[in-house]
């Protein structure tokens, strides 16, 4: 059983655990999770980690013009292991495992009863309101790459 764990994760490590209950709306008419809400459980892992590691979490960075930016998804690999069940508690894992000076690449799990169910590899990058890619802030990088070397 799982008590007291904050609603926006915590980080273990360099790893952040988000744990979320599988309802009825996210399974099949058999009681399994239907594939594409595995995504929205990575999205929910991937927002908390960067809520809880920037403090500019809603606007990532404002350049001297006011630019508009934010995080977009640039390449996303998923692997389908075990399905995950209605009622199921799942913990979300995600880590950072690179940084450049345009994208961050995380890798992201979800874990149920300790059994592997799907892993992922996302590529995310920065860009403004046109698509546009943007460099990412140097205090982005630094922190992320503090958080890389505590493997």
Not at 64 to 84: D, F, I, M, P, R
Request: hydrophobic share 40%; net charge negative; proline share 3%.
């Amino acid at each position: 059983m799982i008590e007291n764990v904050p609603f926006c994760g915590e980080f273990i490590g360099n790893v952040h655990h988000l744990f979320a209950r599988v309802y009825y709306a996210d399974t099949d008419f058999t009681g399994v999770v239907y594939h594409a809400r595995y995504l929205e459980f990575f999205e929910r892992g991937r927002s908390e980690f960067i809520r809880l590691s920037m403090a500019q979490h809603q606007q990532p960075h404002d350049t001297e013009e006011t630019e508009k930016l934010g995080w977009v998804v640039h390449k996303l690999t998923v692997n389908y292991h075990k399905s995950a069940r209605f009622d199921d508690i799942l913990d979300i894992r995600t880590k950072i495992t690179k940084v450049t000076g345009a994208r961050i690449v995380m890798a992201q799990e979800i874990i149920c009863n300790d059994l592997l169910l799907v892993s992922a590899d996302v590529q995310l990058a920065l860009v403004n309101s046109e698509g546009r890619p943007r460099r990412l802030p140097d205090q982005f990088i630094t922190s992320w790459e503090n958080a890389l070397s505590q493997k």
